[in-house]
């Protein structure tokens, strides 16, 4: 037994989810502070402006997303040379980025137009392009860091983010500013924390000012026009669009002060999701490791049976203590969302069982990541024939992540049954 312990205490997998756990622990802690103190100083019609521009920067932000996602699948494959095939993968990153730099200037410049699409003010919309732009570089170095199975340090840096984005909060509380100067104190944490980030990589993999000079081909192809990167992009396109796709919905359909409600619904609807984030992080790179196929299996099954139990205690807590939740987190303003958490936390639990299911079938580079985006179309119909009811649109984002996640357990038993009959 004492073996065994030992044993699994040396376990990368086991250590980066204990890192994980804890990290994200705290980062979701402070990300919901965050979000409780914005609902209450920023007020509904201000915190819709805010929810509204993270989903418009994430949504955004899907192509670069792919990329990562795609660069923890291939490093946490690649056992023996890990390091090596790294520094080949951030070599070609940076050449890349160097290349469309003028073209992302471009984009830049028009902005101006973005505010009557969006439905957001003027001032704001000059800060989606460089937030998309510096999240999307940090979001590739975090993703090394996880491909290479450094779960401290992409903990610790992840933190520090979280901690910058607290703090700018404070901004409008001691009158220093309102939502623009928060926004942009949270894009230069960002900055700040991808400087770091680039310093590390550097060092770490030893990376030469001559290499990343070159100009050659950096092979393009290779990368992008494969199976792989088509399903990723498709699959996680669909994640971001089904996770932000209601709440500039309701911005856009819906007053100011409904679409405040609204995000903060949202939030509660996702803890489930927030609280098994750490498992969904560490099984993207268990799930991509062929040397562990063997218990792939009982960590996704053990993976939803978590997922099932959280959701369950969110329910009981909603439904005991909740109205306390809200006048406590939100206040008095918000008091109305507490008739509809019994739904939040059956979202929740729909929700963070279809994104383990897809995270499955993203590792395995498998068609049936594609089921969500298939299916994507026919939410996006749906949801604009409930124009007056938020209750509706809580229904169908119920009802729908409840039915992909049955045609992705479908799915896997299809594939279960056709491989025993191959042996």
């Not at 081909?217 to 669009?241: E, G």
Request: net charge positive.
């Amino acid at each position: 037994m004492i073996k065994l312990l030992n044993k699994l205490l040396r376990n990368v997998y086991v250590q980066g989810s204990f890192f994980l756990t804890v990290s994200s622990l705290l980062i979701n802690f402070i990300n919901y502070l965050f979000h409780f103190l914005a609902a209450r100083i920023l007020k509904p019609a201000g915190y819709g402006n805010l929810a509204a521009f993270y989903s418009y920067a994430i949504i955004c932000s899907v192509p670069i997303l792919v990329f990562t996602v795609i660069i923890v699948q291939r490093i946490g494959s690649h056992v023996k040379n890990s390091r090596q095939y790294t520094r080949t993968i951030v070599i070609r990153f940076l050449l890349i980025l160097k290349k469309i730099l003028p073209i992302l200037f471009l984009l830049f410049l028009l902005t101006p137009l973005l505010s009557s699409y969006t439905n957001l003010p003027v001032e704001i919309t000059y800060l989606i392009f460089p937030s998309i732009l510096l999240s999307s570089v940090l979001g590739f170095y975090l993703a090394v860091f996880q491909g290479l199975k450094i779960f401290l340090l992409f903990s610790i840096l992840s933190l520090i983010l979280a901690l910058s984005k607290l703090l700018s909060i404070f901004l409008p509380l001691f009158y220093l500013g309102q939502l623009f100067h928060v926004l942009l104190f949270q894009t230069t944490g960002i900055a700040f924390v991808l400087l770091i980030s680039a310093f590390y990589t550097n060092k770490f993999l030893k990376l030469t000012d001559t290499e990343l000079s070159k100009s050659s081909r950096t092979n393009l192809d290779k990368i992008i026009f494969n199976r792989q990167f088509f399903i990723t992009l498709m699959s996680m396109m669909a994640i971001v669009i089904i996770s932000n796709y209601d709440i500039i919905y309701v911005k856009r359909n819906f007053e100011a002060n409904v679409a405040g409600f609204y995000s903060a619904w949202s939030i509660f609807g996702k803890i489930t999701y927030y609280l098994v984030g750490p498992v969904l992080q560490v099984v993207l790179v268990f799930f991509s490791n062929r040397s562990q196929s063997k218990s792939q299996e009982k960590v996704l099954y053990f993976s939803g049976a978590l997922i099932v139990l959280v959701g369950i205690f969110t329910y009981f807590s909603y439904k005991f203590i909740g109205e306390r939740f809200v006048l406590i987190l939100f206040g008095n303003q918000y008091q109305s969302i507490y008739a509809y958490l019994g739904y939040a936390s059956l979202y929740g639990i729909t929700y963070s069982c279809l994104n383990l299911m897809n995270t499955y079938f993203l590792a395995k580079n498998s068609l049936s990541a594609l089921i969500l985006p298939v299916a994507l179309p026919a939410y996006l119909f749906l949801i604009t024939q409930v124009k007056d009811s938020l209750q509706n649109i809580m229904h169908l984002n119920i009802y729908f992540s409840a039915s992909v996640f049955l045609l992705y357990t479908c799915s896997h038993i299809y594939s279960r049954i056709k491989t025993n009959n191959g042996r």
